[in-house]
């Protein structure tokens, strides 16, 4: 017998011979109850977060420019906690307390706009009811008036409108406490796990409503990238004409940096009396993406101004002018 039979038995044999296996182990595979495990943690599959778009966690790299560590410069500051990150260079910039639980007030509405961008179509149309219109800031809604959530989510930024949150959350599949729910699931996925919000508003009295700067940049970095929430935090002035549904709106962020400060580009202010004064600021400036972050302060505009100009001294880029 030549060499060519021989190898061709050969392989016929180890053709048959590796069906026979599969064979096998499909039937033991099926006789048997087996169990597949995930090798992420539940908070980032979809199975069990349903706030799991895609898998994109991005975790901040504590960098330290080694400048930063001369604390002769260092602003000091009233806020409980601070941070300042360099997207561009991810390094960090300036840091208090990063990973300090504090209550966060309208910053809350931040994620409030996640869920809303990821779960509404800009002309969705939204009724206001009676129930919505809480707490002391608003955009000025009236009972049975309707408005886009694009509109809507121009009053939740720029007059931090607590009737608009409401508003959100309330015809959100499942409701108020499912928009809750998905908030916390958002912030999870994201890898923000220190963070646990009660209601839409950041007002306080409903539970344990907190989170840290760290969280807040992660959740942040997130919001600006969509388009539509790097445009909303942008704007200074924004009119709403009056329609046959609802009355007209004139709508003016004051009191960001965003008209005193070159190169800042929003992001959101917030107050309580528990939370004090807090703010997050979005800067563009020189090649450089920062954002900024203060809770607890007594002066946040102006240690936000501190923080800032020490950021870019510390690349050796000369601050702008600014009021």
């Known amino acids: 017998m030549d060499k060519q039979k021989l190898l061709r038995r050969f392989y016929v044999f180890l053709v048959l011979f590796s069906f026979g296996a599969v064979f096998l182990f499909i039937q033991q595979f099926l006789n048997q109850k087996v169990i597949l495990s995930s090798p992420l943690p539940d908070f980032l599959t979809f199975f069990k977060n349903d706030q799991v778009r895609t898998l994109s966690l991005w975790i901040p790299v504590k960098n330290y420019l080694e400048e930063s560590r001369d604390e002769l410069n ?23 307390n990063s990973s300090q639980k504090l209550p ?25 009811k009676k129930e919505d219109l809480v707490g002391e800031n608003s955009m000025g809604l009236t009972e049975g008036e309707v408005l886009t959530f694009e509109e809507l989510l121009y ?34 996925s ?11 508003t950041g007002l306080e009295g409903e539970g344990s409503q907190y989170s840290t700067v760290y969280d807040l940049l992660i959740m942040t970095r997130y919001a600006m990238q969509f ?3 790097r445009q909303v935090v942008s704007t200074v002035d924004y009119y709403i004409p009056q329609t046959q549904l609802h009355k007209e709106f004139q709508l003016n962020n004051e009191t960001n940096l965003l008209t005193s400060f070159p190169g800042v580009k929003g992001v959101k202010t917030g107050y309580t009396d528990e939370a004090k004064l807090c703010l997050v600021t979005y800067l563009d400036y020189e090649g ?20 800032l100009d020490y950021s870019l001294n510390l690349q050796n880029i000369t601050p702008p002018p600014h009021e």
């Open 74 to 96: 260092k602003p000091e500051i009233s806020a409980n906690s601070a941070l300042v990150y360099d997207l561009t260079t991810e390094k960090v910039l300036y840091e208090k």
């Open 227 to 229: 388009d539509l929430f």
């Open 155 to 188: 009053g939740l930024i720029l007059l931090s409108g607590n009737d608009a949150a409401e508003t959100i959350a309330r015809v959100f599949p499942g409701g108020r406490v499912s928009f809750v729910e998905a908030m916390n699931n958002k912030a999870k």
């Open 104 to 128: 966060i007030a309208s910053l809350t509405k931040i994620m409030t706009a996640i869920v809303g961008l990821e779960n509404f179509n800009i002309v969705n149309k939204f009724s206001v």
């Open 190 to 200: 994201l890898g923000a796990l220190n963070t646990n919000f009660t209601n839409p």
């Open 288 to 307: 450089h993406e920062i954002i900024g972050i203060i809770l607890g302060s007594s002066s946040r505009r102006e240690e936000m101004k501190e923080l």
